[in-house]
């Protein structure tokens, strides 16, 4: 089947009662046994629940994967799946991946005794250099939150795989509408379910993916025993959201194109970042490895930041928000918001200034947009 049709169909007619086209919400926390050791397949809903393994079977064929884990956000299925790793590891993370993963990453592993380098992986000579005896994984994050750097994925594969590193993705940004690294050899996929997968910005949640099955079943085993599990209302809705996922990506795509190209030709944008754009200086790599380029961009106004305020106020769709991947248009600073746990240091070297706008951009009507910003540029003239 393709993304399309697994999208609608993979996991969900689990009611054998009354035949529903939905997967019904079973919020019970506890199942009843018939007798000692025999049930129905589920005994207590931090474990295991059927809305909650409705929605994973339909991500996990999504990404191609032999089974999922669904989490309460995207950070508790990072944290479950840094858990793989133990006190002596060694992992490298790019370095300059979402703000909330280079803290955890940053502030809380290194107290558990794993170290963590960051680095940047688009220099495969550094990523060599950064491997130690006790390396055992590589985190990867591409595009980058918010610069849209992109990370060629089978090259690191392949280093990780001469050192017998896991090699895990944050494949929030494009979802796997638009990349499947699976395909390139990447063992564990996460998600913020919060952004494109869900896509309604009404859940926050995540899910960890596991390319072979023991490794599906070890970050299902660590979710259990970490409690990161997510609820079967929030399960309910991301396989409501997911369901559309195809058809809101090509959207998505389409006025993030067009917004991208406006930009580019406005006096008072020194730079936009976007994989769609034949500017992008990873062209090439982005069209071996991406199938497309999904809704978000960032870019660089060519005015002192302290207009931003002004900039943002004038705009009637666009809310200033952080969260991406939803149906409505976002706006925000990275500097001051989604980023601002990385320190100045941090941001400036990742290239993001208090110049930098990040955009979520959304499915309604791509004219509607343009004129927004249009209002927004007339106001810090
Ligand atoms: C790329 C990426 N990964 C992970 C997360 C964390 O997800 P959540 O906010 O659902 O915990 C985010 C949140 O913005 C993100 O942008």
Redo the contacts with the bound molecule.
Sequence with gaps: MRPETKAVHTGVYADRSYNSVTTPIYPSSTFSFDAVGVNKGYDYTRTANPTRDAMEQNVAALEGGAGAVAT???????STAMMLFKAGDHVIAGND?????YRLFDQVLPGLGIEISFVNLRDTDAVRQAVRDNTRGLWI?TPS?PMLNVIDIAVLVAVANEHEMLTLC?N??LSPIFQRPFELGVDVI??????YINGHSDV???VAIGRTAELADRLKWLANALGTTCSPFDAWLVLRGVKSLPARMRVHEANATRLAHWLEQHPRVKKVYYTGLASHPQHELIARQQEGHGGMLAFDLDAPADKLDAFFAAFEVFLLA????GVESLVEQPWTM?HASMGEAGLAASGISPQTVRVSVGIEHVDDLIEDLERGFAAIQ
């Design positions: 309460s956000t995207g950070m508790s299925a990072i991946i979402y703000g909330g993963t994050e939150n944050d929030t940004f996460v998600h913020s379910t919060t952004k926050v949640g995540g952080e969260s991406l991947g989604s």
